[in-house]
């Protein structure tokens, strides 16, 4: 069994800043990648920034030069840092981690979602 708990999030204004961070736990036999996606309102769900364990981050356009996806001192951590937040930012963040256990093998697990409303 494999849990991943987000944290952070929030109110904050335009041109604010905020931090999330995600931490799995349970039987993990190694962490292939993590990403978060967001979804707003009436909106499907977006991938927003993703970082493999042995390559780059990568994000969408649309947060590029704005927020930093990096892993935390402990290792099942993920972090994404937010600058300059625009309203359109507003969404839940959800964190995923391909994770690889003994028992099922490679598998996708998703964290509960955190909430971040950009708003004055």
């Known amino acids: 069994q494999v849990q991943l708990v987000e944290s952070g999030g929030g109110l904050v204004r335009p041109g604010g800043s905020v931090r999330l961070s995600c931490v799995a736990s349970g039987s993990i036999s190694r962490i292939d990648a993590m990403n978060w996606y967001r979804q707003a309102p009436g909106k499907e769900r977006e991938l927003v920034a993703g970082l493999s364990f042995h390559g780059s981050p990568e994000y969408t356009d649309s947060v590029k030069g704005r927020f930093t996806i990096s892993r935390a001192n402990a290792e099942n951590t993920v972090l994404l840092q937010m600058n300059s937040l625009k309203p359109e930012d507003t969404a839940g963040y959800y964190c995923?981690?391909?994770?690889?256990?003994?028992?099922?093998?490679?598998?996708?697990?998703w964290g509960q979602g955190a909430q971040v409303t950009v708003s004055s």
């Open positions: 995923k981690a391909q994770v690889v256990t003994a028992i099922q093998g490679r598998y996708n697990y």
